[in-house]
């Protein structure tokens, strides 16, 4: 008897779910603004007493130079910034067409605000976590915003289902 599902149709399947994961990945970013910091810079030598470089390599550093160092052009730090972009499909809640994103909208507050729901699969790392959970905004297509509601995430390792709702700041 020949098989109900052929192999024939499991690569087209295979094929067009990889191409909708793929371009669900091409959604514009969104950039998880967090604050910049200092750090010494990991290139040269610090002068404590001078608070800025010695001017010397540290031996361990990227990039070994005489003179000033090329990597905090002698600061002897340099700011990190916090900031990420990350690509998760997302979409806008429109309470106007949508019932079921109106009662959402109303228990989360302000029906004049704009509502934002991204949710999906992020392979991501610690790091990128750590700057989603300290994240002081949120830019997405230009609009400036805030969480809504708590970060979810469920998974385990580097693959998350990860949900979040954001809304313009007020
Ligand atoms: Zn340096």
């Given amino acids: 008897m020949k098989p109900l599902v ?13 191409q909708l994961y793929s371009d669900l ?3 514009t970013p969104i ?4 604050s910049s910091s200092e750090s ?4 040269c030598v610090y002068d404590i007493r001078g608070r800025r470089s010695s001017g010397k390599y540290n031996s ?6 005489e003179g000033i160092c090329p990597v905090c ?7 990190v910034d916090g900031s990420v972009d990350i690509y998760i499909p ?9 019932e079921a994103d109106a009662i959402l909208v ?15 699969v992020l392979t991501v790392s610690p790091d990128i976590f750590a700057k989603l959970s300290a994240a002081v905004r949120f830019e997405v297509e230009g609009l400036k915003m805030v969480l809504a509601s708590p970060q979810t995430k469920r998974g385990l390792k580097n693959d998350y289902v990860f949900r979040m709702i954001l809304k313009t700041e007020g």
């Fill in 6 to 18: 052929t192999q024939k149709t499991i690569n087209l399947y295979q094929k067009y779910i990889g």
């Fill in 25 to 27: 990945k091409k959604t």
């Fill in 31 to 34: 950039r998880v603004v967090g």
């Fill in 40 to 43: 010494r810079c990991g290139n």
């Fill in 60 to 65: 361990s550093g990227p990039s070994p130079f």
């Fill in 73 to 79: 052009g002698g600061k002897g730090v340099v700011t």
């Fill in 90 to 98: 997302y979409r806008w809640l429109d309470p106007s067409k949508n």
């Fill in 106 to 120: 109303s228990k989360l507050g302000d029906v004049k605000l704009r509502y934002l729901e991204a949710k999906g």
